[in-house]
T-cell receptor, first 116, second 112 residues
Framework: DTAVSQTPKYLVTQMGNDKSIKCEQN?????MYWYKQDSKKFLKIMFSYNNKELIINETVPNRFSPKSPDKAHLNLHINSLELGDSAVYFC???????????????FGPGTRLTVT | AQSVTQPDIHITVSEGASLELRCNYSYGATPYLFWYVQSPGQGLQLLLKYFSGDTLVQGIKGFEAEFKRSQSSFNLRKPSVHWSDAAEYFCAVQTGANNLFFGTGTRLTVIP
């Protein structure tokens, strides 16, 4: 009964390759997110999707493209991987987005991406 | 612009001792504040949150935090630390766009 799941847990690949990370949530939430945690443990939001529409797009390279086939899934596709893309990527979800009220986000276990 | 500062990169406490992790935020509107914990190799788990009302909030695992608007702080406390509390702790502020901004984290080591 995992709430937010990600696959794969570990991903090792070479520079220049294209890879995808998948995320699924079974909480019925309508907003999903991708965060990047660098080697110094700093967490920064990359994308947010609400009901299959992009609502936040922080300054990430356009090699990163989120894809949401439905509101329970938010996949992250990365083209032409670079050494600096090595990090842990976290997916999260929350029941709503924006407005005057706010809800906590539930995080997945993370995907450790290593680019060699 | 919003930001979160956790001034302590690493804290070591003895098991059974009290704990306080500091967090200061900068945000122009009413802040929504969170503390998350990340155990080694794991994802983030929500410890507690502050949206409004009582400035002392209780969380899971015996943690509590106090919101002090005058000091722009949201410090996390626990009266007696257990060895299983060793982890990385993140403070975060949430904007109206539901965007979470995290601090740089505080690593807690617990010694017997």
């Amino acid at each position: 009964d995992t709430a937010v799941s990600q696959t794969p847990k570990y991903l090792v690949t070479q520079m220049g390759n294209d890879k995808s990370i998948k995320c699924e949530q079974n909480l019925g939430h309508d907003t999903m997110y991708w965060y990047k945690q660098d080697s110094k443990k700093f967490l920064k939001i990359m994308f947010s999707y609400n009901n299959k529409e992009l609502i936040i797009n922080e300054t990430v390279p356009n090699r990163f493209s989120p894809k949401s086939p439905d509101k329970a899934h938010l996949n992250l596709h990365i083209n032409s991987l670079e050494l600096g893309d090595s990090a842990v990527y976290f997916c999260a979800s929350s029941p709503t987005s924006g407005g005057a009220f706010s809800y906590e986000q539930y995080f997945g276990p993370g995907t450790r991406l290593t680019v060699t | 612009a919003q930001s979160v500062t956790q001034p302590d990169i690493h804290i070591t406490v003895s098991e059974g001792a009290s704990l306080e992790l500091r967090c200061n935020y900068s945000y122009g509107a009413t802040p929504y504040l969170f503390w998350y914990v990340q155990s080694p190799g794991q994802g983030l788990q929500l410890l507690l949150k502050y949206f409004s009302g009582d400035t002392l909030v209780q969380g899971i695992k015996g943690f509590e935090a106090e919101f002090k608007r005058s000091q722009s702080s949201f410090n996390l406390r626990k009266p007696s630390v257990h060895w299983s509390d060793a982890a990385e702790y993140f403070c975060a502020v949430q904007t109206g766009a539901n965007n979470l901004f995290f601090g740089t984290g505080t690593r807690l080591t617990v010694i017997p």
